[in-house]
């Protein structure tokens, strides 16, 4: 008899012909994505769960007596309770690798647009604000030879440093928990400690995952040692800001502009005041979101699950939760 798994993330045809072929699947229907209470209610014969950014929590995993498997389809998976999956022996996947330059490519367009105001620029050409050509007010900064700071060297962040050093001839440091010696070498970057990396770098891109270590690393003392023009991307998670702070230093010139992806709350409410910046461009938590990315994203996510309920190694398990 085969496994019986709920897939409560969209997935593609090819995807679904694979799971179908190893495993008993029910599929969510809705047109939105599912809420938690929605996945609490599938979860009662379930050995595994194929899912995308919905919490995975003591309370759910309640709800799921007979899950073995949770195969995220992301790389972050800080919304996963370890502790409460460890403890009932569930095997937690992720997706790593696959998503690397997509996620890196959304950064150098973030970083671009802050840098070039493409977003405020664009709002004034559809508003009917272009009479003539634009004055000094608008102007951008340069890309092009400026320095850049990365918080977070992993797979991701070399990528973006790749990118910038060669595409773009930026001056690129790093600030990361480890040294990465190749990494400097092959990319002729340079090591930071944080508050030097934040005090000289034209833009700060955020990509450390979020620990309990890197959760609001970034807050009102650390916007205060960026130079007055910088601009700061994230593209990690919101969470490892201090959101409050940083709408306060947008608003009061201690920083020039921020480019996100993510916020401490998703979806981000309408009223956040993040939205009311015109020196603030704003995405929908977008990194690894293209066509052919996501759906290498789905299909390595099968085939953790389907690894896992047959009782074989998968290829990605969290780390946290290896043997
Ligand atoms: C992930 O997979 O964790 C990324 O946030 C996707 O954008």
Redesign the pocket.
């Known amino acids: 008899m085969k496994p019986k798994a709920y897939i409560a993330s969209k997935v593609s045809s090819e995807v679904k012909e694979y799971l179908d072929q190893h495993c008993e699947c029910e599929y969510w229907q809705g047109a939105e994505a599912i809420t938690g209470a929605q996945l609490a209610e599938r979860l009662a014969d379930a050995e595994g769960l194929l899912v995308s950014g919905n919490a995975i929590s003591e309370r759910l995993l309640g709800s799921a007596p007979k899950l073995r498997v949770v195969s995220n389809v992301?790389?972050?998976y800080n919304n996963n309770d370890l502790n409460a999956m460890r403890s009932r022996g569930i095997i937690g996947t992720h997706?790593p690798y696959v998503?690397d330059d997509t996620?890196a490519d959304l950064t150098l367009a973030l970083m671009l647009a802050a840098a070039r105001r493409v977003t405020e620029l664009h709002n004034l050409v559809r508003s009917g604000g272009w009479q003539r050509g634009i004055g000094p007010s608008l102007f951008g900064v340069d890309v092009h030879h400026a320095k850049l700071g990365i918080i977070g060297m992993g797979r991701i962040g070399e990528m973006v440093a790749k990118r910038a050093k060669f595409g773009f001839d930026m001056d690129v440091s790093y600030y990361n928990r480890n040294r990465k010696p190749e990494a400097e070498q092959k990319l002729g970057l340079s090591y930071l400690p944080l508050n030097e990396l934040l005090a000289q770098s034209d833009f700060v891109v955020l990509l450390a995952p979020l620990t309990p270590e890197t959760k609001r690393m970034i807050g009102a003392e650390q916007f205060t040692l960026m130079k007055p023009t910088a601009a700061f991307i994230n593209v990690s998670r919101g969470e490892n800001v201090d959101e409050a702070a940083l709408v306060e230093a947008l608003r009061s010139g201690t920083i020039r502009a921020a480019a996100l992806d993510v916020y401490e709350k998703e979806p981000v409410s309408v009223d956040n005041p993040l939205l009311q910046l015109d020196n603030v461009v704003t995405l929908p938590?977008?990194?690894?979101?293209t066509a052919a990315t996501r759906n290498r994203m789905a299909m390595l996510a099968a085939e953790n699950l389907v690894e896992a309920l047959y009782g074989r190694e998968p290829k990605y398990v969290i780390p946290e939760l290896k043997a």
């Open positions: 992301s790389v972050g997706t998503l996620v938590h977008i990194g690894s979101a």
